[in-house]
């Protein structure tokens, strides 16, 4: 393509570069001037400096992140809480579709989705609220009813044991109605037909489930597992650090609440941000290898 | 699907089915009926039932307590504006970004939105993007709620997908009769467009209005809080006394019920906008990820 051509095609669409402008203007400064100042995971940071005048360190960061008795700690933390993750809360939305599915009376199929579907609007400020106020120590309905029942005196808040169960309660109740949404969609492409067929095989309900229905939605589990495994560091800032306290402090701490206490409320900016690019990084390395993993062995992946 | 009810496990299956998932329901439902009944209770009666969804006596005491005091309202009046001012701000950035995205033949157009998709994957992460937001001196103010937020990379593909759909022929015609590039997208796409406007400034006001992370970041001076701040103050750190400000030194104030109440108000929005947010956001959801 010639040079003149590429000229009267920027002044046929001149006025589309100014529309583009302010866009542009914001991912420079909000998306990738940061991803320059990823820089200051090598320097020592001194605000007065800046970015590019900071003096070079090297790995020493990395190097300090990896000694730091911190480190295990909070990789494990992190880990533990991605494995629940992936067991308790990645199949819980693909079991409700499948139930939801089954369900014949459509009234109250809506009625039950437009019910679960509604934690998933709310901010982490309102479940962590409501989470205190119905786990309160002595006076909470539910701490109550589990002092009744177990005849102990649960302190669900404080204690470090309780810390993980809340998390994954909380993100169950929060986000599996609204996952069922992206399966039940796939659920809604199955071809009548194929029941028609397998039921004349002789296939009752359970082996319709297992032969007609999971095969159709197996793509889109995929393509649901990549992305967990891609964001398989990312715990959530908000919903850690509001159930974070004192107490709890030894088992919450993740990368996330770690990079904030550290950078923000300690003012460690290079140490910190040294942190956040090896948590971006194993994250990168996650999304593009299990993606390849899902090309090589399904032959779907997400790109 | 037609499949054989008829026989007596398919029948009690059904059943079970139909138990666990109601069970479900109210799981999700239980908590907004227990916090809005407590709300409306007498504190007497917070102390001395811990589970009710109905107040014997219904009462407006924590309502009108949390009116009166300045820095509720300020939070409330501060989170409306934030939202509303931000949500223009967002949707106007992010239409006028992904219509020249969507013309095919535009120079650079690929690389373009490689750039974009690449921060979908990849971001500088916490502390340098709060390091430029106090480089530019927006910290403590209400524009580091809105700006560091403004387009959502994700939210641009499904309105780029949007405008690569309508029909080109519309747009040439009017090109043929005069109109420029901006006289098109302003007279002819936007007009067509505004079920979609109306979804993204949904999906826009609900992360501003529900953003805890960027006033926890960014704002320091406890008389800007959000109200999501706000809620966190009184009902995480249970810190009521300095964060209402004891304005009757005589008067005790509805400690416990405070926090009922004020989780409603900062909920109530949310649930108002719900029926469209429901019908709307379902289709996002889909769009997005049918073509990322």
């Known amino acids: 393509m010639g040079k003149v051509r590429l000229r009267t095609r920027l002044v046929r669409y001149r ?50 992140l990896f000694s730091s008795p911190d480190f295990p700690r909070v990789l494990t933390n992190t880990l533990i809480l991605a494995l629940l993750n992936a067991v308790f809360v990645f199949p819980a939305p693909i079991v409700v579709a499948l139930l939801l599915n089954e369900l014949r009376l459509s009234v109250l199929k809506r009625a039950i989705q437009s019910a679960i579907y509604i934690p998933h609007f709310l901010s982490w400020t309102i479940v962590a609220a409501l989470t205190y106020l119905l786990f309160a120590l ?78 159709t939605i197996r793509s889109t589990i995929v393509v649901m597992a990549i992305l967990l495994a891609g964001n398989l560091l990312d715990t959530g800032f908000e919903q850690i650090y509001l159930l974070t306290n004192s107490l709890n402090r030894s088992v919450a701490e993740v990368f996330d609440t770690y990079v904030y206490f550290l950078g923000i409320t300690q003012g460690a900016y290079s140490y910190s941000t040294a942190v956040g690019l090896f948590k971006a990084v194993v994250g990168i390395i996650l999304i593009y290898g299990v993606n390849w993993l899902a090309r090589r062995f399904h032959h779907t992946g997400l790109f | 699907m037609a499949v054989n009810r008829s026989t007596p496990a398919g029948r009690v299956f059904d059943a079970v089915n139909v138990v666990v998932l109601v069970a479900l329901a109210v799981v999700t439902i239980l908590p907004f009926i227990y916090v809005t009944a407590g709300s409306f209770a007498k504190e007497s009666e917070l102390a001395e039932r811990s589970f009710f969804l109905w107040p014997r006596e219904v009462v407006t005491d924590t309502y009108r307590y949390i009116f009166s005091t300045d820095t509720f309202l300020r939070s409330l009046i501060v989170t409306i504006a934030v939202t509303a001012v931000g949500m223009i701000i967002q949707v106007l950035l992010t239409f006028t970004m992904a219509y020249p995205l969507a013309k095919r033949h535009l120079p650079g157009r690929n690389l373009l939105l490689n750039l974009v998709i690449f921060t979908m994957v990849f971001s500088g992460g916490l502390i340098p993007t709060y390091l430029i937001v106090r480089e530019l001196g927006l910290l403590d103010t209400y524009w580091a709620l809105i700006l560091p937020l403004a387009i959502n990379p994700f939210y641009l593909i499904i309105v780029k997908n ?88 005589n008067y005790i104030p509805p400690e416990q019920g405070l926090k009922f109440s004020v989780i409603v108000v900062a909920t109530v929005p949310i649930l108002l906008l719900y029926p469209f947010l429901q019908r709307h956001f379902a289709k996002g959801i889909l769009i997005g990820s049918v073509k990322g």
């Not at chain 1, 204690?159 to 109740?173: G, Y």
């Not at chain 1, 929060?174 to 029941?195: E, F, Q, R």
């Not at chain 2, 009017?174 to 467009?193: K, M």
């Not at chain 2, 805890?212 to 960014?218: C, E, G, R």
């Open chain 1, 138 to 215: 002595d006076t909470g309905p539910i701490t109550q009813l589990m002092n009744g029942l177990f005849n102990a005196r649960f302190d669900f808040l404080a204690d470090p044991d309780w810390f993980r169960p809340l998390v994954i309660a909380q993100t169950l109740w929060k986000s599996v109605g609204w996952g069922t949404i992206i399966y039940l969609a796939a659920l809604a492409g199955v071809d009548p037909n194929l029941y028609e067929a397998a039921r004349i095989d002789g296939a009752n309900r359970w082996r319709q489930m297992w032969h007609v229905t999971l095969p």
């Open chain 1, 15 to 64: 006025w589309l570069f100014v529309l583009l402008l302010p866009g542009l203007a914001y991912f420079a400064i909000f998306r990738y001037a940061p991803m320059y100042g990823v820089t200051i995971a090598f320097q020592d940071y001194l605000p007065f400096l800046g970015f590019s005048g900071s003096p070079w360190v090297g790995w020493k960061h990395f190097e300090n």
């Open chain 2, 162 to 249: 949007f405008f690569q759909e309508l029909p080109e022929e519309l747009q040439e015609a009017a090109q043929i009769d005069g109109c420029t590039e901006l006289g098109v997208f302003w007279r002819i796409v936007l007009p067509l467009s505004k079920p979609i406007i109306a979804t993204m400034g949904l999906f826009y006001a609900v992360a501003i209005w529900n953003d805890f992370m960027s006033p926890l970041l960014y704002i320091d001076d406890s008389t800007k809080w959000t109200l999501q701040m706000f809620v966190r103050q009184v009902t995480v750190s249970s810190d009521m006394a300095n964060t209402l400000g004891q304005i009757d030194p």
